[in-house]
T-cell receptor, first 118, second 110 residues
Framework: GAVVSQHPSRVICKSGTSVKIECRSLDFQATTMFWYRQFPKKSLMLMATSNEGSKATYEQGVEKDKFLINHASLTLSTLTVTSAHPEDSSFYIC??????????????FGPGTRLTVL | EDQVTQSPEALRLQEGESSSLNCSYTVSGLRGLFWYRQDPGKGPEFLFTLYSAGEEKEKERLKATLTKKESFLHITAPKPEDSATYLCAVRSGGSYIPTFGRGTSLIVHP
């Protein structure tokens, strides 16, 4: 099956610093990747859709200057949380759309990154 | 606007006690209904995609079915390791972005 990795799995940082999270599709090329945020016991909240070689599309209410997304290659997308504050603490999950399975509709998720901002 | 409602929010079963999780949806032209399993602190794990009413898919103790209004995830003789949150999502029309439900938290007691 399609495998998506994320790094780091857990990060603790001080308020005001920036944090970069990497999302990689390991065994397929993903023209589209998605970034989600998940609060405890809540469902996934889509933050943005990342297309290789173009600007990300952000969901309403998501600050594009705060959450910088780069999709530089078909296997790598990065999310940078700039000037992080405690309210940015959350579980961030990426997913990648696999083009080769059953019509290309499935998304495969990474293991997630737990961000804690002190 | 696509809508997905999952029920119940939480379900406790004894090991071996079969049951079903429900995913009701409202979409404009279903392009796929997806089931995922999510363990605490992990990303969702893909289980099934269903495309049309009447379709069924199975994997071990899990069986997913689809009608024009809802999908069921049947769990037969569950084991404690089946404990997880099960997420349902739908994709419609020309969008490749699915809409997720809030999930059903399943706990299977030994």
């Amino acid at each position: 099956g399609a495998v998506v990795s994320q790094h780091p799995s857990r990060v603790i940082c001080k308020s005001g610093t920036s944090v970069k999270i990497e999302c990689r599709s390991l065994d397929f090329q993903a023209t589209t990747m998605f970034w989600y945020r998940q609060f405890p016991k809540k469902s996934l909240m889509l933050m943005a859709t990342s297309n290789e070689g173009s600007k990300a599309t952000y969901e309403q209410g998501v600050e594009k200057d705060k959450f910088l997304i780069n999709h530089a290659s078909l296997t790598l997308s990065t999310l940078t949380v700039t000037s992080a504050h405690p309210e940015d603490s959350s579980f961030y999950i990426c997913s990648a759309r696999s083009p080769g399975t059953s019509g290309g509709n499935e998304q495969f998720f990474g293991p997630g990154t737990r961000l804690t901002v002190l | 606007e696509d809508q997905v409602t999952q029920s119940p929010e939480a379900l406790r079963l004894q090991e071996g006690e079969s049951s079903s999780l429900n995913c009701s949806y409202t979409v404009s032209g279903l392009r796929g209904l997806f089931w995922y399993r999510q363990d605490p602190g992990k990303g969702p794990e893909f289980l099934f995609t269903l495309y049309s009413a009447g379709e069924e898919k199975e994997k071990e103790r899990l069986k997913a079915t689809l009608t024009k209004k809802e999908s069921f995830l049947h769990i037969t003789a569950p084991k404690p390791e089946d404990s997880a949150t099960y997420l349902c999502a739908v994709r419609s029309g020309g969008s490749y972005i699915p809409t997720f439900g809030r999930g059903t938290s399943l706990i299977v007691h030994p």
